[in-house]
């Protein structure tokens, strides 16, 4: 069974840092777009950053020149680094991956989430 995993999240102040990292497991074919989406309470799902499996960024104006999203394609882990962090960035952190099952087709998978909280 194909599956992303998350792990980094945690409690940091106001200006601190955290990285996530989200590993994809099972039987792979191949993965193309890999990203992060965020939600806070009561608001909607939001894509915070991606990555294509070429190596093109995309990022959301609240993050940018903040966040930096890369990927190890031989480990299959999508990272995500967080600086300059803010409370506003609080919010459940969702992987997201766009990923082909040997013999199967691609499909659009989430992680569990993981959250990140931002003290003032």
């Known amino acids: 069974q194909v599956q992303l995993v998350e792990s980094g999240g945690g409690l940091v102040q106001a200006g601190g840092s955290l990285r996530l990292s989200c590993a994809a497991s099972g039987r792979i074919f191949s993965i193309d777009t890999m990203g992060w989406y965020r939600q806070a309470p009561g608001k909607q799902r939001k894509l915070v950053a991606s990555?294509?499996?070429?190596?093109?960024?995309n990022y959301a104006d609240s993050v940018k020149g903040r966040f930096t999203v890369s990927r190890d394609n031989a480990k299959n882990t999508v990272y995500l680094r967080m600086n300059s962090l803010k409370p506003e960035d609080t919010a459940v952190y969702y992987c997201?991956?766009?990923?082909?099952?040997?013999?199967?087709?691609?499909?659009?998978?989430w992680g569990q989430g993981t959250q990140v909280t931002v003290s003032s």
């Open positions: 990555i294509t499996s070429g190596g093109n960024t």
């Open positions: 997201n991956a766009d990923m082909r099952a040997v013999g199967g087709v691609y499909r659009n998978y």
